[in-house]
């Protein structure tokens, strides 16, 4: 049964920095790409960041660019997300999930096995 659960969300005020991990059982850990999404209140459920299995490849969204980094430790079926200069913005529920099917890297559709969520909130 695969499993992913997040953690190291929190609160913390704006330009601060938190990171997140995700540990995942169940699979071959290192053999799938992941992905971290966000659903902030009242929105929809966005995408943050994809890292492919090598952890070769990388993809942000555009309000994230050049602050979050994703990385990933295969020996411990762990992916992370360090975010950095956060924003009021940023607030939200963090989700990783594992890419089992071929698509694009920001569709959810192609996303399986959600975690249970993280929240992050960021004060201003």
């Known amino acids: 049964q695969v499993q992913l659960v997040e953690s190291g969300g929190g609160l913390v005020q704006a330009g601060g920095s938190l990171r997140l991990s995700c540990a995942a059982s169940?699979?071959?850990?290192?053999?799938?790409?992941m992905g971290w999404f966000r659903q902030a209140p009242g929105k929809e459920r966005e995408f943050v960041v994809y890292?492919?299995?090598?952890?070769?490849?990388?993809y942000y969204a555009d309000s994230v660019k050049g602050r979050f980094t994703i990385s990933r430790d295969n020996a411990k079926n762990t992916v992370y997300l360090q975010m950095n200069s956060l924003k009021p913005e940023d607030t939200a529920v963090y989700y990783c999930?594992?890419?089992?099917?071929?698509?694009?890297?920001?569709?959810?559709?192609?996303?399986?096995?959600w975690g249970q969520g993280t929240q992050v909130t960021v004060s201003s």
């Open positions: 890292l492919s299995g090598s952890g070769g490849n990388t």
């Open positions: 999930a594992v890419k089992p099917y071929s698509g694009s890297y920001s569709d959810q559709k192609v996303y399986a096995h």
């Open positions: 169940g699979l071959p850990f290192s053999t799938y790409a």
